[in-house]
């Protein structure tokens, strides 16, 4: 299961989805369609878009996070090469 909310919905209204479908999420909407109303063509839709959502997120999330580690890997590579700021003890020393 996608969600941990598809148990709670589930025994608490019976698979029905609670009064007017309030607490309908999706993973209920698919087992509706595929044992309860007798349209496995339709759950299987649902699952497929449902699939194709979850990896477009992990996609753009993955993305995102490759964008801010290259980020901080040029700045902190920047900041090797930027000479070190001499105190005055060191200037006295020398």
Do not use: C
């Not at 989805?17 to 087992?31: A, H, K, R, W």
């Not at 509706?32 to 649902?46: E, R």
């Not at 996609?59 to 590579?77: C, F, M, N, T």
């Amino acid at each position: 299961m996608i969600s941990w909310v598809f148990n709670y919905v589930y025994i608490m209204s019976n698979g029905q989805g609670g009064p007017g479908d309030s607490t309908m999420v999706t993973e209920l909407y698919i087992y509706q369609n595929a044992f309860q109303f007798n349209a496995p063509q339709l759950a299987a839709a649902a699952a497929a878009l449902l699939f194709t959502v979850l990896v477009a997120v992990f996609a753009i999330g993955l993305g995102i996070r490759a964008l801010v580690l290259w980020h901080r890997s040029k700045s902190q590579d920047s900041e090797r090469l930027r000479p070190m700021p001499v105190s005055e003890h060191a200037r006295e020393a020398v």
